[in-house]
């Protein structure tokens, strides 16, 4: 006999799915860290609390620089900073947790969980007990984890990943960021703002370079602006002394340098925790990248068994997660009548300085694949309130389907970004085409929209 109706693995957006309607559904839960995922404890929502002073200390240097205004940015205090947001986020963590042990159809398990058969799970707890658990249905949302790259000394020199940077107890004087990805990006604004010297190492020439070309040759110019980048560098070996970090670098040349630094962030990416469970012992496949493969419904080749957010999908953002979780808790309830995952339109953005936000395809997609397209764009500088902020690397690009208008592509660089980004993302999920976008409704002027507007019509 199963020990569980369900049993769900990960407590971040898997968590969410367990809403009033599974009341009657005898419940296990898997936590191996702490409540909430990635999102709420080291990634989504904890950075954005950190960025927002950051973005304040780089408007005050920018204010004085454009906009004939002297606002004396005296530093940050990051201990009471990171005291601020912990503050606010631990205590969710510590009350989602008692939240759940404390429901009476529901058991939650601390410890490491793998797989052992056909919907069986071993459990390493924290109390160092072992317990085996089955279920009817299990649904793994395990997440992701940091990745750590092959890089000689790294296993005996101290460094932070996204899971540990923002909790340290002073800004470094002079922070090496492994990685050229988001959160690279971002933390390197976070760091940089607050006062810190930044070095990035990116082995590649351009920061970002998932998104549209143009974004990213834009957005690595302006970073340069801020932080040291070392483009076309690998880290070939790090070293702790006692005065300080070596990293010993290569470039695209051959050449090789030292760089001294007080702390070390690895940020090359992060890596899905499926083969951590041994998810082939239940029937479960992963791709080529490690990520678990499910069909639309989000149930994968082993009956019975389900995988959302970061786990199965290699966005790796919480509000798709979000729609996953959604998606599993209906089909969970609905057996009969199942729904499909909606993935065509996915926007999401990078909360650095410049500020991007992005859905659909790049250009360089479009070139690939053969797609017709045509490109329309318009600078911050080209409209009032660009004039306002007096942004000199601002853009809007819109790429739209020449024979039917449809909206292929977009994507945004600067200030609001990420919230402009969403009226676009609305039009392409309810199939508005570019030219109604632009003429069938009033613009309000002079606000930052109009930047939309005249890249649609640039496109027209």
Excluded at 156 to 168: G, L
Excluded at 231 to 248: I, K, Y
Excluded at 359 to 370: D, I, K, N, P, R
Excluded at 414 to 436: C, H, V
Aim: with cysteine.
């Amino acid at each position: 006999m199963d020990d569980f109706d369900l049993l769900i693995i990960g407590t971040g957006s898997g968590n969410s799915l367990l809403n009033e309607q599974f009341s009657s559904w005898k419940v296990g839960i898997i936590e191996r860290s702490v409540f909430g995922g990635t999102c709420l404890n080291a990634g989504c929502i904890p950075s954005k609390m950190f960025v927002l002073p950051a973005d304040r200390m780089r408007e005050a240097a920018e204010a004085t620089e454009r906009l004939n205004v002297d606002i004396e940015a005296r530093g940050a205090d990051f201990a009471a900073l990171r005291d601020r947001v912990f503050g606010r986020i631990d205590p969710i963590a510590a009350g989602g947790t008692l939240y759940r042990q404390e429901q009476p159809n529901v058991t939650v398990f601390l410890g490491d969980a793998r797989f052992i058969g056909e919907r069986a799970v071993s459990v390493d707890l924290h109390d160092g007990t072992n317990q085996i658990v089955t279920a009817k249905q299990i649904v793994i949302a395990a997440g992701a984890r940091p990745h750590l790259p092959e890089l000689t000394g790294l296993a005996t020199t101290p460094f932070h990943t996204s899971d540990s940077i923002m909790r340290i107890e002073k800004l470094p004087e002079h922070l090496i960021i492994l990685g050229g990805g988001f959160i690279a990006a971002e933390l390197g604004h976070v760091f940089s703002g607050l006062g810190s010297r930044v070095s990035v190492i990116h082995r590649g020439t351009e920061m970002l370079r998932h998104t549209d070309r143009e974004i990213s040759s834009r957005f690595t110019a302006a970073f340069a602006e801020q932080v040291e980048l070392h483009l076309g560098t690998n880290a070939v070996s790090v070293q702790q002394t006692d005065e300080h970090l070596e990293l010993t670098l290569q470039n695209d040349a051959g050449e090789q340098s030292v760089l001294f630094g007080d702390a070390l962030l690895v940020a090359t990416g992060r890596t899905p925790n499926g083969a951590q469970l041994e998810v082939g012992r239940t029937g479960v496949e992963l791709d080529s990248n490690g990520y678990i493969i499910t069909d639309s419904t989000l149930l994968t080749d082993a009956p019975g068994v389900w995988a959302l957010g970061d786990v199965r999908n290699p966005w790796q953002l919480k509000h798709l997660a979000n729609q996953e979780a959604r998606v599993v808790g209906h089909n969970l309830l609905n057996p009969r009548s199942p729904i499909s995952i909606d993935q065509r339109v996915v926007p999401h953005a990078v909360f650095s300085h410049p500020q991007i936000g992005s859905v659909g395809l790049t250009e360089q997609e479009l070139q690939a694949s053969g797609q017709s397209y045509v490109v329309g764009s318009c600078e911050y500088s080209n409209v009032a309130f660009g004039w306002a902020l007096e942004d000199q690397t601002g853009i809007a690009k819109i790429l739209i389907d020449p024979a039917n208008f449809r909206i292929l592509g977009a994507h945004v660089l600067g200030p609001q970004a990420a919230t402009l980004m969403q009226q676009l993302s609305q039009a392409m999920q309810f199939n508005i085409p570019a030219d109604r976008l632009a003429r069938e409704q009033i613009w309000c002027h002079p606000a930052l929209p109009e930047v939309l507007e005249n890249a649609l019509l640039s496109a027209l």
